[in-house]
């Protein structure tokens, strides 16, 4: 066990240690009014005073030390954070090297550049960082990842009475006030008896001074030194004046008469005669009665308990005028144990996802608006024999439900998932997931971050083989992390679509081969189990497969008279706006890059388990449909092919037209690559 007692200010331990004295009563909280805590030479902030509270109370414990971090925005529109303390005992030039690590890997991002501009007036480490960066974010992961924030424990063992003992704030104050009084009485002691025996030297130096004849006579008489101390000794002097000075000394006998003790004589023996002007005379008068007063104190001071802590208060005070400085650590009540979460920057996130368990998360803003009908831009790079099986767009900040090809779902949150590159090929989800060898993720979605919503929410799912399912979204709010069973699959089936819907939505599930059928989410009845295989929801043909699922918003107006409206028009200007204002379309997507949207109108209602209706023609030009799913006329697009490659496009750059078409060129793809990934940008998550 090693004693760890932190630096304090001198100033507030001697405060302190007054106000104990003052009042042994007094409490360990109101011992920390003077002494509020540590105070480190290289100052920062100390935070979470109630660990301070439980150290000074037991006398262990540990505390949390924040460097100062200030915000500077600069002229340019950027901001930079400036370093201006950092934590007791931590090498700046160490600390620097860290910093700068993690923003190469990227662990830290938005820092531009980091410099020491450090002098003698203080420290001053300067981080610029990029353009809409949020300085905040960047401050939460240099308190979380580096040791601008560190800890320092508390382990006051003290060695008392010869024994270790762990001593709290007021009993190791008790212990030092004990140690002055003892030191303090020890020292008025020895003061004392240098007084007395100084003063006793001086009265035997006055009384020869007033026998002065008969002294020289004595030791002129004397054969020798010995002879001359013993006829001093022997012999009883009168005296006069002496006896007034005699009197200020309480431990001398005054009277008529004075016998020279052998101290006495030796410095009488060994007086320079200069001592016998009337100069000398006086100044062993004016000594004597200085030591006199001396002696009156020290005597005083011994006899009164009170008066030896004044002087030990007056001492301690005179300490503090002399060597007290401003304290330089600052004590708050921050927020101590956050969230990681918090150090990471909300935005728009695009996650991909490959046929053999590659992930990676992107920045949206990386993937540029182009015109339909491009080659894209490489979005991922894929080894031999993988593809891209799903894109994702949301929030950092929102939890991400993996539906395995087993049934079982796990919940990752988006910002944990790796961050790469365009161009980069991810990681492996079987180092971010607790999956099989023989499993894989066969569909991704997120969750809505306000889990008071989940209440009101549904969860349908959808398999390749046609069957459909609703649960309670509550049902999935606590997944361990090993992971929970979500749905019982055929061996040959799998998840093709997990997506959230509330009871006035519709449900459309779309085939490769160019089938669609709609259905009220209301009329799917609620399963209360999670491990039943679930009902029909569309009937399939040879070798066709469910390949989208998507949900939409219900609407009261008729089909055939919303199409004849938007055809030829309306004398009602109210009902066209309606409409117009509930118009939606259903994007889809082919594997050759060809799509178009046509509008939700034309796409009827029916009851679940029908063969569906057309809902793009699949011919040799088109392929099957890799795609389908509702969005807007503002809406933007990100398709993706098996070759990692992506574009991003606006949906209203492609072609209106009816179901049983074959539509527009979207993405021009290469021979032998196909389009296996479309989604709609959400963007309302921020």
Known sequence: MATSIPPHNLGEIIDGTIAYIENRDITISQLMKKIPGPDFPTGGVIIAQDNLKQGYNKGRGSIKIRGEIEEESLKNGKDRLVIKSIPYQINKSVLNERIAELARDKKIEGISDIRDESNIEGVRVVIDLRRNTEPETVK??????????????????????????????????????????????????????????????????????????????????????????????????????????????????????????????????????????????????????????????????????????????????????????????????????????????????????????????????????????????????????????????????????????????????????????ASSKGKTLFNLLPLKNHQSISSIMPLPENETEWKKLFVVFATSKGKVRKNSLEDFSNIQSTGKIAMKLDSDDTIIGVKICREDQDIILSTKLGKCIRFMSKKLRIFKGRSSKGIKGIELGDSDKVISLSVLDSTDINPKIAKKILKNGSDDKNKKSEVIAKQKYILSITENGFGKRTSFYDYRVTNRGGKGIIGIDTSSRNGNVAASFPVNEGDEVILSTDKGKMIRCEVKGIRVAGRNTQGVRIFKVTDGEKVVSAIKIEENFI
Do not use: C
């Open 140 to 421: 939460r992961q240099l308190y979380k990842l580096t040791s601008v924030e560190s800890s320092f424990g508390f382990n006051t063992l003290a060695i008392v009475k010869g024994k270790p003992k762990i001593l709290n704030l007021k009993e190791f104050i008790s212990e030092f006030v004990d140690f002055r009084e003892i030191t303090l009485t020890k020292r008025i002691k020895f003061d004392l008896n240098k007084a007395l025996e100084r003063a006793h030297i001086l009265l035997g130096i006055s009384v020869s001074v007033e026998n002065i004849d008969a002294i020289i006579k004595i030791i002129k008489n004397s054969e020798t030194v010995e002879a001359a101390k013993k006829s001093l000794i022997s012999k009883k002097w009168k005296i006069n004046k002496t006896n007034k000075l005699i009197k200020l000394i309480s431990s001398e006998k005054s009277g008529s008469s004075y016998t020279l003790s052998e101290n006495q004589v030796i410095s009488i023996l060994e007086l320079k005669l200069q001592k016998l002007t009337a100069f000398g005379i006086n100044e062993i008068e004016v000594e004597i009665k200085k030591l006199a007063t001396m002696i009156k104190e020290y005597e005083k001071i011994l006899k009164s308990k009170k008066e030896l802590f004044k002087v030990i208060v007056d001492e301690l005070l005179k300490i503090k005028d002399k060597f007290s400085v401003k304290r330089r650590t600052k004590i708050t009540n921050a927020v101590l144990n956050y969230n990681i979460e918090e150090t990471i920057q909300k935005e728009a996130v695009v996650i991909t996802i490959t046929h053999k368990g590659y992930i990676k998360r992107g920045s949206l803003s990386s993937v540029k608006t182009q015109k339909r009908g491009g080659k894209g831009k490489a979005g991922i790079k894929t080894r031999d024999e993988d593809y891209v099986v799903q894109n994702l767009t949301t929030s950092s900040h929102a939890p991400i439900l993996f539906f395995s090809t087993q049934g079982l779902v796990y919940k990752l949150k988006a910002w944990k998932i790796p961050q790469g590159t």
